[in-house]
């Protein structure tokens, strides 16, 4: 089993910038070789895929909205996972969730259904 914890959500005005950070524990030996991801749900929402990072780190995706705003990265001695946001928006008010791909399934990084592992999920609010 693998446990996720997110912190670093808050509120901020529009413009502004919060990181969030996803720290695995447990069977976390293979932590540098899992995909991870972060995800977001705003309220009436289906969840959404925001950006994934592959391979100890070398291939990173971004969903087309936050590109050239928010930035992932990896700590892998840290089994640690962040989020950089630049820029917020209102439109990126949502709940946000980490993500661990443990047995890849093939259906990529973007794919809700790829992971095995969510964390609880961090509160993000941008105010206009």
């Known amino acids: 089993q693998v446990q996720l914890i997110e912190s670093g959500g808050g509120l901020v005005q529009a413009g502004g910038s919060l990181r969030l950070s996803c720290a695995a524990s447990?069977?976390?030996?293979?932590?540098?070789?899992?995909?991870m991801g972060w995800f977001r749900q705003a309220p009436g929402k289906e969840r959404e895929f925001v950006a994934a990072t592959r391979w100890k780190g070398s291939s990173t995706y971004y969903t087309n909205s936050v590109q050239g705003r928010f930035t992932i990265s990896r700590d892998n001695a840290m089994n640690t996972v962040y989020l950089q946001m630049n820029n917020l928006k209102p439109e990126d008010t949502a709940v946000y969730y980490c993500?661990?791909?443990?047995?890849?399934?093939?259906?990529?990084?973007?794919?809700?259904?790829?992971?095995?592992?969510w964390g609880q999920g961090t509160q993000v609010t941008v105010s206009s």
């Open positions: 447990g069977r976390t030996r293979t932590f540098s070789t899992s995909g």
């Open positions: 993500a661990l791909d443990w047995i890849s399934r093939g259906l990529g990084p973007r794919s809700v259904a790829e992971y095995d592992y």
